[in-house]
């Protein structure tokens, strides 16, 4: 029988290789758990110091628009972040490199390919450019290699993990990026602020459901704005769906209330008209599965302190009023939702809401929280409005949102709006 070549063991005849291999294969696992750049700049210190340097300090970009040319590498800040081997030295390379700017280039002044050592006030020290996908991303410092210095397959080394500490640097300033989109978008379709109305006390919370990545864009929304110097608009809806789709008709709606019931409209004729505005951007979008719930009313607050409501609830959980007594009950009956049927048969409520009552408007988020197989439900929500009495409309929002998350024992899986009306004496 013909004998078999033996494997070569990658440790015993070459352990710088399997070194090599490790330190990278550790890189990758532990630079890709994270999308923050101070954690990936703390990161990266454990895995360089004390493997291939004593210390490292990681500079940050020059500019927002930084480019590829490494020319641009030197920066006139101070490191961002910076480790030791021993942490009793971490002040004095703080401060010994405050004031130093890791040179740049990609080429020497002698002509040798970058990078190469340079003189640090902490002593000998390899600047590497940080760059991935024509971004210029900073400058990775390793110090005090030892009396060997810095040698070529230090050099190597360190050059291939700075590669891999650039892309995971790329990837969290790309997710920054988007996180700031989305999060200026959904401020947009949020009001900025809540009005003060003489008689009525407002209390708003709104929360976009967690996920893994934390980049969402909410389907609900709020609004209370003026229609006339004595009635004021206010309305709660949810989007079906998330992401641009569900923004841009988040958007559509909110700014169309506004403009459709400061036209003088009855409350009816502005739901009416935003069901059709809602049918119309489907066909144009070529999605016809778009689709709100949506409470709109509009309301007068009056010198007895009550309130005078009209609402239409169209596909949407049902307000709830908190009567004098602590008593609860549904303030308005369901309708069709809107995006659906292109003439739902629609009708205005109108409602009292004596002084110091509340009038709760809230979406799924709330009713449909889930711990297990239970769901709180909306006799969960009323059972927590029942519990608010004399309370302030914030003070309200905040007990039945606390009630909303020690229901389920997981993060927001839904989106959550709460609006709360309380009528005032002023």
């Known amino acids: ?27 990758g696992e532990l630079l ?37 040319d490494h020319s641009n590498v030197s920066t006139s800040l101070p490191p961002e972040h910076t480790w030791h081997r021993e942490e009793r030295r971490l002040d004095a390379l703080a401060a010994a490199l405050a004031d130093w700017r890791p040179p740049g280039g990609e080429t020497d002044h002698t002509g040798g390919e970058w990078p190469v050592p340079v003189t640090s006030p902490f002593g000998q020290a390899l600047p590497i450019p940080l760059t991935a996908r024509g971004a210029g991303l900073g400058t990775l410092v390793l110090g005090g ?17 700075a590669a891999r500490i650039a892309a995971a640097l790329d990837n969290a300033r790309l997710y920054a990026e988007q996180l700031e989109i989305v999060r200026g978008l959904q401020r947009s379709l949020l009001p900025p602020t809540l009005p003060r109305i003489d008689g009525l006390d407002i209390g708003v919370v709104y929360e976009a459901a967690s996920n893994s990545d934390g980049v969402h864009v909410g389907g609900d929304f709020y609004d209370v704005f003026p229609i006339t110097p004595k009635v004021w608009g206010f309305a709660v809806g ?29 409350p009816v004729s502005v739901v009416e008209r935003l069901n059709q505005a809602v049918l119309e951007e489907g066909e144009l979008a070529g999605d016809a599965g778009r689709f709100i719930t949506l409470l709109y009313g509009e309301v007068e607050p009056r ?10 609830c169209a ?60 769901m709180l439900g909306d006799e969960g929500v009323a059972a927590a409005l029942a519990g608010c009495s004399g309370m302030t409309a914030p003070g309200v929002v905040a007990r039945v949102r606390q009630a909303v998350a020690d229901f389920g024992s ?17």
């Open 303 to 312: 010198p007895d302190g009550s309130a005078q409501l009209v609402m239409v």
């Open 410 to 426: 997981s993060g927001t899986r839904d989106d959550l709006a709460l609006l709360a009306l309380r009528a005032s004496r002023g």
């Open 32 to 68: 890709a758990g994270t999308l923050d750049r101070r954690r990936l700049a703390a990161l990266a210190a454990q895995l360089i110091v004390p493997r291939l340097a004593d210390w490292v300090a990681l500079y940050p970009p020059p500019g927002p628009h930084a480019g590829a």
């Open 238 to 266: 949810d989007v079906c769906g998330t992401g641009p789709e569900a923004a841009a008709l988040t958007g559509l709606a909110r700014h169309s209330l506004r403009l459709l019931a400061r036209e003088g409209r009855s």
């Open 315 to 374: 596909g949407h959980p049902l307000p709830l009023i908190l009567r004098q007594d602590g008593t609860v009950r549904a303030a308005a009956n369901p309708q069709a939702l809107l995006g659906v049927l292109p003439e739902p048969s629609l009708y205005a409520e109108d409602v009292e809401l004596g002084a110091g009552e509340v009038l709760l408007v809230y979406t799924d988020g709330a009713s449909e929280r889930r711990n297990g197989r239970r």
């Open 1 to 27: 029988m013909a004998s078999r070549t033996p494997r070569t063991s990658l440790s015993r005849d070459r352990p710088e290789e399997a070194v090599r291999l490790t330190l990278l294969s550790q890189a």
């Open 145 to 161: 290699p030892g009396k060997g210095g810095f040698t070529g397959a230090t050099v190597s080394l360190a050059v291939q993990l």
